[in-house]
């Protein structure tokens, strides 16, 4: 019986209406129609996908450039690079804002604020005190 199946998907099939017994109705196709048909759906799906990578790219584009807007604000201002791996830089202003609440929590962080004097205190490894100790100086007993 297996050999029988494969006699019957071996032989070619008739290509013309008439040769199979048919009436005529089938419609038949060149090689050249075939290739027609074929590139217009192909190109039909193309398009249809072209937009979404253009969408991809632009949004791609935007936020290269939001990014770039975002450091070349931290470097104008003189504030440190680690921003720009910490907080979201595809969104300009929405970083600007940020960087700004952090300055309102954080003022040392901005390099314009006053710089705070440092207390200098005795080393307790040396047990020692520096030249100058304005804190040891202010209650130092006076004779």
């Excluded at 008739?14 to 060149?30: H, V």
């Excluded at 791609?60 to 770039?68: D, G, I, N, S």
């Excluded at 954080?106 to 004097?117: G, S």
């Amino acid at each position: 019986m297996s050999e029988e199946t494969r006699n019957t998907e071996q032989q070619p099939t008739n290509s013309t209406p008439e040769a199979s017994g048919g009436t005529g109705t089938e419609r038949t196709f060149t090689q050249e129609e075939v290739n027609r048909i074929v590139s217009e759906r192909l190109a039909r799906e193309r398009e249809k996908m072209a937009p979404s990578e253009a969408d991809q790219r632009e949004k791609e584009l935007t936020a290269r450039e939001a990014a770039l807007a975002c450091k070349e604000y931290i470097n104008a201002k003189g504030y440190p690079a680690a921003l720009l791996e910490v907080l979201d830089t595809s969104d300009a202003e929405r970083f600007k804002g940020a960087v700004k609440k952090l300055l309102q929590l954080f003022p040392a962080m901005d390099p314009a604020a006053p710089a705070a004097k440092a207390a200098r205190f005795t080393d307790p490894m040396r047990d020692t005190v520096p030249e100058r100790d304005e804190i040891a100086e202010a209650f130092r007993l006076t004779k």
